[in-house]
């Protein structure tokens, strides 16, 4: 199997896991669990069966990351912006809305993710790309308005915790890029899921 259709097959996978979070989310919000609580749960509980996971399958790797302090800082800033900031405004979204509507409005994210690379390869936009831009725009005003230019059809919050989540998922994806090439996906989300889980505690008191 090539590169290319492996990695086709994991964004589909991974596009369907995230969409039944989601829809298991809404449900858990509606029955009492806030989204802070959530996000909190999601991160310690995922974060530490990846690292098990890790350790189990390169103790070696995980151990000399531990010890790198120039990737651990790096970690802090994905864990932080990138990992808990993006659930959290993904859960909130869901909370205001529901879960296609947070879906669809954080999926804006490859409009951010375009500006920065063109900004950082020093390139202009295709014009295929300019096309994708002016449709994800066009679909998230359809979305939040129904098309009546004088009034929104989901709630203000509901809105900017969407588009906040598009942000934030530009972010993991940019972020940890260095890092995921240097020790590999699932070491770097499994700690990095485990510290922003654990540096949310004291906010939420699940343990």
């Not at 359809?142 to 972010?171: C, K, M, N, R």
């Not at 972020?175 to 070491?187: N, Q, T, V, Y």
């Not at 770097?188 to 540096?199: A, D, H, L, P, T």
Request: hydrophobic letters at 55%.
């Amino acid at each position: 199997m090539s590169q290319t259709v492996k990695g086709t097959l994991f964004t589909v996978v991974a596009g369907i896991a995230w969409g039944l979070s989601g829809t298991s989310g809404q449900y858990l919000m509606a029955h009492g669990i806030s989204a802070l609580v959530l996000t909190n749960l999601r991160l310690i509980i995922a974060g530490l069966a990846l690292v098990f996971l890790t350790y189990a399958t390169a103790k070696d790797k995980l151990l000399a990351f531990l010890k790198d302090k120039k990737s651990l800082y790096s970690l802090l800033l994905f864990a932080l912006f990138g990992l808990f900031l993006n659930q959290f405004a993904y859960l909130s979204a869901i909370q205001e809305t529901n879960a296609g509507t947070a879906t669809v409005l954080q999926y804006v994210c490859p409009v951010g993710i375009l500006i920065y690379t063109c900004i950082k390869d020093k390139v202009a936009p295709t014009l295929a790309e300019i096309i994708s831009i002016g449709l994800a725009i066009g679909g998230t005003f359809l979305i939040a308005t129904h098309g009546e230019l004088d009034q929104l059809s989901v709630t203000p919050a509901g809105l900017f915790w969407g588009l906040f989540s598009a942000l934030t998922y530009a972010l993991y994806i940019i972020l940890p890029i260095a890092l995921i090439k240097k020790w590999g996906s699932m070491l770097v989300i499994g700690v990095g899921m485990v510290i922003s889980g654990v540096g949310a505690i004291p906010f939420t008191g699940v343990l």
